[in-house]
């Protein structure tokens, strides 16, 4: 299977750029996902899982992409699970999983497409990164939670190799705005020799 998308991911500078390569990316993203063996939709699900058991938790899955991240929260135990993501086939897709409660689509570049305190857990699974969402992601969606909500999330080699994210990752717990509570590092795409860094940050 073609790699084409895989090698040009990282490339992505622009929002624009971004929303439609995933658009052209969306017919063959989770048959190209799944060959390399990814890993850490299952491996988010369950960090959260792991700090939060409550199977009628409201979990926000932004960036939900094709749905494989909100497959991975049901099968973790969440059974209330609301999808975003900015680019509509590939919530086209997602819609066929079955495992959402609603989906909607906003702006990639509308800063803050959340209403704050709305979800007291919210994933971005394969969201913020290179190639994808900027590091201030992190902040817009910090900011969505209440105090003692929770915020699961990955950060890919590539993303661990920016400064610029795991800077403002440290800038939130080093101010004490955050507290970590769950970090594992283990396989993203093992097909390509990828791992990720797994997260759970408690607002305080």
Not at 62 to 78: I, P
Request: overall charge negative.
């Amino acid at each position: 299977m073609s790699d084409e998308f895989f090698r040009s991911t990282y490339d992505l500078e622009t929002p624009e750029q971004t929303e439609a390569h995933y658009q052209k990316w969306a017919a063959t993203y989770e048959a190209e996902v799944a060959e390399q063996g990814y890993a850490t939709p299952d491996r988010v699900a369950q960090a959260l899982w792991s700090q939060k058991p409550k199977s009628q938790t409201p979990v926000l899955d932004y960036g939900c992409g094709t749905g494989l991240s909100g497959v991975a929260l049901r099968n973790a135990g969440f059974e209330v699970i609301d999808g975003m993501d900015p680019t509509v086939n590939m919530l086209a897709v997602a819609k066929t999983k079955g495992v959402y409660r609603t989906l909607s689509s906003f702006e990639i570049t509308d800063p803050a497409p959340l209403t704050n305190g709305v979800y007291t857990a919210i994933t971005a699974i394969g969201v913020i990164g290179a190639g994808a969402a900027p590091p201030e992601t992190l902040d817009m969606l910090m900011h969505a939670l209440p105090k003692g909500g929770m915020l699961s999330f990955s950060f890919n080699d590539h993303t661990l190799a920016d400064h610029t994210y795991t800077a403002r990752l440290n800038d939130w717990l080093d101010m004490g705005a955050a507290r970590l509570l769950f970090r594992e590092h283990g396989p993203h795409l093992p097909g390509l020799g990828m791992k990720s860094d797994v997260y759970v940050l408690e607002k305080t």
